[in-house]
Structures are given as structure tokens and as C-alpha cells.
T-cell receptor, first 114, second 116 residues
Framework: DTTVKQNPRYKLARVGKPVNLICSQT?????MYWYQKKPNQAPKLLLF???????READTFEKFQSSRPNNSFCSLYIGSAGLEYSAMYLC?????????????FGEGSRLIVV | GDSVTQTEGLVTVTEGLPVKLNCTYQ???????FFWYVQYLNEAPQVLLR?????KRTEHQGFHATLHKSSSSFHLQKSSAQLSDSALYYC??????????????FGKGTSLVVHP
């Protein structure tokens, strides 16, 4: 089973309100990633967990939080949504952090902030 | 950090004709891996091809790509496009981190539309 599941698939949020997105994988992968995808832009890596260690990208450090309570689950948390957070959020997992690792993606969570 | 460039946002091709999606990259590292991912409508992105060997052709599902380090390219090609190939295609590379680890970096993606 190579399934990565994301919930919710669609989320409508008000400006200033929190948003929590969930991702799960059953492949026992050590690494889980969160990407933000906006139209006509490359998927932007926000953060990733390698085992229990969280790595956040420097330019999004303050904007996103995450937790990984166990190997299978990973969340992405926005404390106060702004209009600029409207995007598709893609979760992915991989076996580890080696160069040739394939990423397994979920179908994404589309966030619209109004 | 490293970067990936996909120059075409949209490529349209007639069914049965050849298609080529361009991918170039910038990196100072010699031993990293390159990928093509495909995302069909309403589905998750999935890996299509992977390579880390210079000048070696890699094939899968009728698509092929050859890593050319001399020109920093990893173009995706197919000799005869099918309607079912219509999808969004991402080129990606493994961007080195410290400690011998890597993180994936993606291009913007190219939408391929195959019409009858």
C-alpha cells in the first residue's frame, strides 16, 4: 500500500482563523513533507520531518507549525490564516533523506482563505 | 540552493505525435538524483522516471529521459503521445542538505494537453 491520505481535501477559512491540515501514511516512512502549491509556481517546500526532527524552511519558519505524534501522522498548522495562504497543500512521504528517494504524495488539501 | 527550470507552462500536441517537455537545472553538486513526476487530474503526483546516471536513458510507460550533465538537462520525451498522457508534469532534483541528506526541489510544472 503506497497511499498517503490528506484531510480535509477542501478547507474554507476566514482571515485570522487557525487552520489544521492532516496527513497520514502507512508505509512506515521516516520522512514526511509539506509543500505549498500556488498556480504557476513550483511546489514550495514548507517543512519536513525526519523521524521526530522537524526542519522548517527559513522563509516560512514563522508562518507554519507542524507536529508528528507518531510515524504515520503529520499535521500542518496555520495559527492565523491570511489571504496569501490560499493554495493547495501537498503532503508527501519518503523512506528517508537519501538522494534517490521517491516521494509519495497525497491528493492535496485545497485551502481557500476569505 | 539548487533550482529546476521548466520553460513551458503548457504544451499541446496532437495524439500520435512526439512530445518533449524541457527541464534544465542548476546545481554545484555532482551526485544527485533527478525525477519526473506526473499528476493526473484529481490525483496525487506520482513518480514517472528517476535517474542519477549521466548519459543513460531511463524509460517508463513509454516516456524516456536522459540526464545530460554537460548541458544540465533532463528532458522528458515520448515518441507517440496518447490522450491519456494529458497531465501536469514536474521535473525535480534532490537538493543536498548537510550530513549527506537531500530534500526534493521541484520545477513549476508543465501541463501537457494531448488532443485528437
Amino acid at each position: 500500500d503506497t497511499t498517503v491520505k490528506q484531510n480535509p481535501r477542501y478547507k474554507l477559512a476566514r482571515v485570522g482563523k487557525p487552520v489544521n491540515l492532516i496527513c497520514s501514511q502507512t508505509m512506515n516512512h521516516d520522512t514526511m513533507y509539506w509543500y505549498q502549491k500556488k498556480p504557476n509556481q513550483a511546489p514550495k517546500l514548507l517543512l519536513f520531518y525526519y523521524d521526530k526532527i522537524l526542519n522548517r524552511e527559513a522563509d516560512t519558519f514563522e508562518k507554519f507549525q507542524s507536529s508528528r505524534p507518531n510515524n504515520s501522522f503529520c499535521s500542518l498548522y496555520i495559527g492565523s490564516a491570511g489571504l496569501e495562504y490560499s493554495a493547495m497543500y501537498l503532503c508527501a512521504s519518503s523512506r528517508d533523506l537519501s538522494s534517490g528517494n521517491t516521494l509519495y504524495f497525497g491528493e492535496g488539501s485545497r485551502l481557500i482563505v476569505v | 540552493g539548487d533550482s529546476v527550470t521548466q520553460t513551458e507552462g503548457l504544451v499541446t500536441v496532437t495524439e500520435g505525435l512526439p512530445v518533449k517537455l524541457n527541464c534544465t537545472y542548476q546545481t554545484t553538486y555532482l551526485t544527485i538524483a533527478f525525477f519526473w513526476y506526473v499528476q493526473y487530474l484529481n490525483e496525487a503526483p506520482q513518480v514517472l522516471l528517476r535517474s542519477s546516471t549521466d548519459n543513460k536513458r531511463t524509460e517508463h510507460q513509454g516516456f524516456h529521459a536522459t540526464l545530460h550533465k554537460s548541458s544540465s538537462s533532463f528532458h522528458l520525451q515520448k515518441s507517440s503521445a496518447q490522450l491519456s498522457d494529458s497531465a501536469l508534469y514536474y521535473c525535480a532534483l534532490s537538493d543536498p542538505l548537510s550530513g549527506g541528506n537531500y530534500k526534493p526541489t521541484f520545477g513549476k510544472g508543465t501541463s501537457l494537453v494531448v488532443h485528437p
